[in-house]
C-alpha cells in the first residue's frame, strides 16, 4: 500500500506523527460500541507512535439509522523541512520499494461488498470459500499503520529516500505518477509481490482485468 524511492546512503532525517483527534457521529450511543472503536483508535495511535489527544462524540437523532455511526478523524506531524520528501529528488536509477498492505485498507470496498453480496449470495458472517475466514474477517482487516516502517526506511535511506508513494484511490497508476518527474517511469515487477489472499479471492471471482485491478 506504500512505495518508496529510495538508494544507498544513511542520513538520519526526523519526521513522525504528533497526536490524532477523532470524531464519533451516532443517531443514539451505544457504549459499547463506541468503547470498541475508540480501542481501535487508541492501538492505531500506539502503533503509530502518536498521542491521541480527545475527539467529540455527538448523538444526532434523526441524522443515523439505528445501529449506524459515522467516524472520521485527523492526525498532526513535524517534519524539518529540508526532509519533506515531494517527488523533486526522484532520479533515473532509484529503486521502488513496496511495503505490503494488510487488506482493502479504504479503497475498493464497494465493489468488494458487491462480489461478496449479489454475486456470491453471502453474507459478511459467512465462509469465504477457500480462505477460511468469513466476508467480514476478511474484508475488515485493520489497516496497517505504516509510520514506523516508513521511519525504519528513512533511517536506512536517510536524504536518499527520494518520495513515498500512498496507494489509495486510484491505485499505483493513479498514485505514483505524482511522485515522479515529467519525463520519469517507474517499472513495477508484479510478480515479485505476494498479494493478500482476499486479493486474489476477489480477482478470480469478480474476473477483473489487470488494469482494473490496479487501480482499484
Known amino acids: 500500500d506504500l512505495v518508496a524511492m529510495c538508494v544507498n546512503d544513511v542520513v538520519t532525517v526526523g ?70 520528501l515531494d517527488g523533486k529528488r526522484v532520479a533515473v536509477g532509484d529503486v521502488a520499494i513496496a511495503v505490503a498492505s494488510s487488506g482493502l485498507h479504504s479503497n475498493g470496498f464497494s465493489l468488494a461488498r458487491h462480489v461478496v453480496e449479489s454475486k456470491m449470495g453471502l ?16 474484508l475488515l482487516v485493520p489497516t496497517k499503520i505504516y509510520a514506523k516502517a516508513v521511519t525504519a526506511l528513512r533511517e536506512a535511506c536517510g ?35 505476494t498479494l493478500p489472499p482476499v486479493f486474489r479471492w476477489l480477482a478470480t471471482t469478480a474476473n477483473m482485468s489487470e488494469p482494473e485491478l490496479l487501480k482499484t
Not at 46 to 56: K, T, Y
Open 123 to 138: 453474507g459478511m458472517k459467512d465462509p469465504l470459500p477457500g480462505l477460511g475466514v468469513t466476508a467480514g474477517e476478511a
Open 15 to 84: 519526521a513522525r506523527p504528533l497526536f490524532f483527534l477523532d470524531y464519533f457521529g451516532t443517531g443514539k450511543l451505544e457504549v459499547g460500541v463506541a468503547e470498541a472503536v475508540i480501542r481501535g483508535i487508541a492501538e492505531g495511535c500506539v502503533q503509530a507512535g502518536c498521542a491521541l489527544l480527545g475527539g467529540e462524540t455527538a448523538e444526532l437523532p434523526g441524522m443515523y439509522a439505528a445501529g449506524e455511526y459515522d467516524l472520521a478523524g485527523f492526525a498532526v506531524g513535524v517534519v524539518e523541512r529540508a526532509a519533506i
Open 159 to 193: 536524504a536518499d529516500l527520494h518520495a513515498p508513494s500512498h496507494i489509495t484511490g486510484g491505485g499505483l497508476p493513479g498514485n505514483m505518477p505524482r511522485v515522479l518527474p515529467e519525463g520519469l517511469a517507474c517499472e513495477i515487477d508484479l510478480g515479485a509481490w
